[in-house]
């Protein structure tokens, strides 16, 4: 089934080899025994590690993180806790394997949501379009430093919008037609500096091993080894605002520590042989979105491009950086990553997290109803609120209600913050970890 969902968007499967998801998992899962902890005193330390043993001969190599630890003893009717979340007076354990598979989510979405309305998607792309150039023309036309920040924070906005657009062409779930998919992909990512079929492949391998800890391509958490290798500029770069939320042209060009390779270049280790020439077409489209802008600062002043295109190009970054992170990371309670047998496409999926944006909600095509996205990337983004409101009753706790939104997402700033406090780095053993918190860098929490 998994193989299904991300094929069907009509992109090519990896010919890599990956784990393979586990798409059924039995409805109900019988704990029997109780919690037994290893003989570990510093087992309430962060970077400690448990071992549970469970009914149906399952067993978690776990890495826990720091108040997650509950007594000894202890025996649970239906769920036994580790980073347990208590609800309504029981403990629900984020990291336990659901008792329902792929194929009971599918189930419940309405068939029209799977629908891909070409006309529809188009005037979406018009609509953004026209308003970045009206933003554009009556800045120019007022030319005054009032006008100015209210027009880079809008534009920066709606450059977000166009590539979230091009993103669902990525998908494929932009419309059936796979060239046009890919032409509207070109435009719309190149205009903002994206190469579009090498971003495009990389977020495919980001969607196929969402939260897994070694294979997950976006925002994937450092190992303790590779975190530990970092210079001590590095890490507090890395994890102090504002330097993390204009990080995503670096990772274009040389992704992630740990991580090799470029989205410009053919022969990255991103990309397969039979994929270069489309990685080739995305890098000249690049380099010609470059040259024009080049031509523009000789013929209008780099002063003008630089409030014109320079500004807002950077409020997309932060816009594309604070989104993409807050999807994975900043919950309340501490969510699994997976490595090993533990890892499934489902079990991934659910570690993602919905966010309400406010009025950006509509700006930039709800691309905060993300878990839905995630375990099916084939549903048209206009669809995807009707979709997840079906799909709830089945997800039940692992679905993370989002925190509601006023007119302005002001309010996911403390998230950001506290996570980058937070979320350092996770163990190098165990089949699920935690993020966990290097004390020297930011201070106690």
């Not at 580790?82 to 984020?94: I, K, S, T, W, Y």
């Not at 068939?111 to 979406?124: A, E, F, G, N, P």
């Not at 309010?411 to 937070?422: A, E, V, Y």
Request: charged residues 20%; aromatic residues 12%.
């Amino acid at each position: 089934m998994a193989s299904w969902v991300l094929t069907e968007c009509g992109l090519k499967p990896l010919p890599r080899v990956y784990i393979r998801c586990r798409d059924r998992l039995e409805s109900k899962t019988a704990f029997s025994s109780k919690m037994r902890l290893l003989q570990n005193s510093k087992s309430h330390c962060l970077g400690s590690s448990l071992r549970l043993f469970r009914g149906n001969n399952w067993a978690l190599n776990v890495s826990v993180p720091l108040n997650t630890v509950t007594s000894v003893g202890e025996k649970y009717e239906e769920t036994e806790s580790v980073n347990g979340v208590e609800d309504d007076g029981e403990l629900f354990d984020p990291g336990s394997p659901p008792p329902f598979n792929l194929a009971d989510i599918r189930a419940t979405i309405p068939k029209h949501c799977w629908v891909k309305d070409t006309w529809r998607s188009m005037s979406y792309v018009v609509r953004d379009v026209a308003v970045v150039f009206g933003l554009a023309a009556v800045a120019a036309y007022f030319n005054n430093w009032i006008v100015w920040p209210l027009y880079w924070i809008a534009q920066g906005t709606l450059f977000w919008a166009l590539f979230v657009l091009g993103h669902d062409c990525g998908h494929g779930s932009f419309s059936n037609n796979f060239n046009l998919n890919s032409v509207v992909g070109h435009i719309l990512h190149s205009s903002i500096l994206v190469p579009y079929h090498g971003w495009r492949i990389s977020h495919r391998t980001h969607h196929q091993n969402h939260g897994h800890a070694e294979n997950d391509e976006s925002w994937q958490p450092l190992s303790e080894k590779i975190y530990k290798s970092l210079d001590y500029v590095t890490r507090k770069l890395r994890f102090t605002l504002p330097f993390p939320m204009l990080a995503y042209p670096i990772y274009l060009w040389a992704r992630t520590p740990g991580k090799k390779g470029s989205h410009y270049h053919p022969n990255s280790d991103l990309f397969v042989p039979n994929e270069r020439k489309d990685v080739i077409t995305s890098t000249v489209c690049w380099t010609a979105m470059v040259g024009l802008l080049m031509y523009l600062n000789f013929a209008m002043g780099p002063l003008q491009m630089l409030k014109l295109y320079g500004i807002p190009y950077w409020i997309f970054v932060m816009w594309l950086d604070a989104v993409t992170y807050l999807h994975h990371h900043g919950h309340e309670e501490k969510l699994p990553w997976y490595r090993g047998k533990e890892w499934s496409y489902l079990r991934g999926g659910l570690t993602t997290l919905d966010r309400d944006y406010g009025i950006i909600n509509n700006i930039h095509h709800d691309i905060g109803t993300h878990v839905i996205h995630h375990l099916f990337p084939q549903i048209p983004h206009y669809h995807l609120i009707e979709a997840t409101e079906a799909a709830k009753p089945v997800l039940g706790k692992y679905y993370r209600e989002p925190k509601k939104s006023g007119p302005l997402p002001l309010h996911l700033l403390g998230t950001l913050i506290r996570s980058m406090k937070q979320d350092h780095y996770v163990s190098e053993t165990g089949e699920i970890v935690y993020y966990q918190t290097d004390p020297e860098l930011h201070g106690p929490n």
